[in-house]
């Protein structure tokens, strides 16, 4: 009976360890989230990332009013 009970500790301890490594590697797996192109706003100068821009040719901008105000 011991041995049976020692046998049930030991796969439960495996399985604890085991599930705390896999949640530890989906942490890491989140957490190397690529890292985005920064660019700067023609018209004001401010610095915001590639994807949220408004490009018009070689220029980015921050928002439509800064585009428009560049061209006038």
Known sequence: ????LLLA???WLIHMILKRY??????KA???A???TMVQCAHCRIHLPS???IQDGERHYCS???RQAHHS
């Open 9 to 11: 500790i030991v796969f």
């Open 34 to 36: 690529q890292p985005e």
């Open 64 to 66: 439509e009013a800064h």
């Open 22 to 27: 896999r949640a530890n590697m989906n942490h």
């Open 51 to 53: 994807s949220e821009s």
């Open 1 to 4: 009976m011991i041995k049976l």
């Open 30 to 32: 989140t957490a190397t």
